[in-house]
């Protein structure tokens, strides 16, 4: 039976992705979809890339695209280095890339820049890194950069007042248009919430695999999911994200 299978922010943490991996046992029939932000955080973005670049050649794989691989993809396009990118993780990506040649990072930057804003399958289901602000969809989104930054929509689906009606006009247009969305970007352990958390019909998969949680993938059908050990256990020597 073929999955759909949705994975939250990676954040460098390469020894998670596979251990989640050998958990799920992803079969070749599975569709994968990586919601963004593979990079910055523990010691391994570079290597992340590279697998994932391996990983879609055997399997159907979606890549979305996040703030944080913007900002990477920035870099090795322009060789320029945001100020605020390298205090929020820029550092180790930096760093993870030193053994790396110019035909590797060329080979890496076409990877990101063939990630997607946002993704929706066969059954209208939206997977975004972020969110939108367009009560039209993302596709009429005026800004680009909501597709990864912004927190409107999942603090709305969260506040939603249970009362209201689908057909009510108080309803969020923007909750209206798809069936369900998944997004990552915000760590769910903000809301002290260790496994995916769902608002409304909105899934969030960020369950803190940069900081101090654990790194997550959910199957959009059965809500089954599956998650690593906490991340920092899996870098003993780092802080990852965490200050």
Known sequence: MKRT????DIHGALNALFQLLDRIDVSENDRLIFLGDYVDGWSESAQVIDFLIELSQKHECIFIKGNHDAWCQDWLMNDVVNDIWFLHGG??????????GLSEKNKH?????QM??????ENNNLFIHAGFSSMHGPEKEHYQTNFS??????EMALTMDKRIKKDSILYPKRLLLFNEIYIGH???FHYDVEIPMQGCNVWNIDTGAGFYGKLSCIDVES???WQSDVVQTLYPNEKGRNK
């Open 5 to 8: 299978l949705v994975f939250g």
């Open 91 to 100: 550092k180790s990506t930096i760093e993870s890339y030193q053994n790396f």
């Open 109 to 113: 930057q076409e990877f990101f820049n």
């Open 116 to 121: 997607k804003d946002y993704f929706v399958d």
């Open 149 to 154: 930054w912004d927190r409107t929509l999942w």
């Open 186 to 188: 915000t760590p769910t």
């Open 223 to 225: 809500k089954e999911f």
